[in-house]
């Protein structure tokens, strides 16, 4: 879903200043009770937004898991179900699930009822939801946070801490709706961010898709090593094998969702990246010592232009 981070890095402790203002929201409905979901569900009800919380997911074992943890409070058998009396309602779910879910929720919405998602891939996810719902129902929502670990074990209160969330609204927005919306993420701990959708894709295509690609082909790569070059590496761990490939412990259908989803942006990069790796190869075959340098150096300048100091 973004940027990632092992569990022992979260923060310990969360600023009183964060905690929501005022009455409740009420019941929070969450599609989708892993990660993501189960963080909104806990930092939610942490910061006093929400009060019960139910939940529906597609697999019963996620279900039950997030009840035992005390995640959510009910599990119920259908989206409409969990969506029926709920006054916030988190679409926690693939983005290729998201149209279908609002179509099911949409008759039994209460009237002020709102919807958010949590994925990052904003156009996809605006072009699937919004037409389903009432106007100003829906706030498209992308945190920009995560972990490697999947399902309800991997969800944290303080999961958003920190963070930025990006919100995209869209001409059928209500300006209160989105207003609350922000409150609600500054409560869970992060920093609201309003971006368009179409600069969300491209800013996340570069930042978050495209790094993926090149975590999950470079440990293809390696894990096709012959068995004892693998033993090896497992004896002698590196740190650039560690961080390199990191986020390749990520969902693989999470990702193949968001590849397919934000395709018009991610294949350009991929084709730029594949140049570039095509230049390396090329001047290491030649020996070219003095073009090596030179493609070192420019990425080198490259990344200290996105990441200064």
């Known amino acids: 879903y973004g940027d990632h981070r092992d569990l022992h890095s979260f923060p310990t402790r969360r600023s009183s200043d964060l905690r929501w203002s005022g009455l409740p929201l009420g019941r929070l409905a969450v599609m989708g009770a892993g990660q993501i979901g189960g963080s909104v569900a806990l930092a939610a009800r942490a910061a006093g937004a929400v009060t019960e919380v139910v939940a529906w997911s597609r697999t019963q074992e996620k279900l039950d898991r997030a009840r035992a943890l005390g995640i959510i409070d009910r599990a119920v058998g259908s989206a409409a179900e969990a ?14 699930s998201l149209g279908q879910i609002a179509a099911e929720i949409a008759p039994v ?14 156009a996809a996810a605006i072009a699937a939801i919004e037409p389903k719902l009432a106007p100003g129902a829906y706030v498209a929502c992308h945190p920009v946070a995560g972990i490697e670990r999947v399902g309800p074990d991997a969800a944290s209160p303080l999961l958003f801490e920190g963070k930025r969330c990006v919100i995209c609204p869209t001409p059928r927005s209500r300006e209160e ?20 959708a179409d600069l969300h894709d491209r800013v996340l295509g570069a930042g978050s898709h495209l790094p993926h690609v090149a975590a999950y082909t470079l440990a293809a790569t390696l894990g096709g090593l012959s068995p004892e070059v693998l033993e090896g590496l497992r004896r002698l761990p590196t740190s650039s094998l560690r961080d390199t490939t990191r986020v390749a412990a990520s969902s693989p259908v999470m990702w193949r969702d968001i590849f397919l989803d934000n395709r018009d942006e991610v294949l350009p990069l991929i084709e730029a990246l594949q140049r570039h790796v095509e230049a390396l190869r090329t001047a290491i075959a030649a020996s070219d010592g ?9 990425a080198k300048a490259g990344r200290d232009r996105l990441v200064p100091g």
Do not use: F, N
Not at 109 to 122: C, E, M, Y
Not at 185 to 193: F, K, Q, R, S
Not at 290 to 298: F, K, M, N, V
């Open 109 to 122: 919405l209460d009237a002020g009822a709102l919807v958010i998602d949590v994925g990052s891939v904003k």
């Open 290 to 298: 003095a073009r090596i340098g030179e493609l070192l150096e420019a």
């Open 177 to 196: 709706s989105v207003v609350i919306i922000e409150r609600l993420w500054t409560a869970m701990g992060a920093e609201p961010v309003r971006m368009e």
């Open 83 to 96: 969506a029926r009396g709920a006054a916030l309602i988190v679409l926690a779910t693939p983005v290729g």
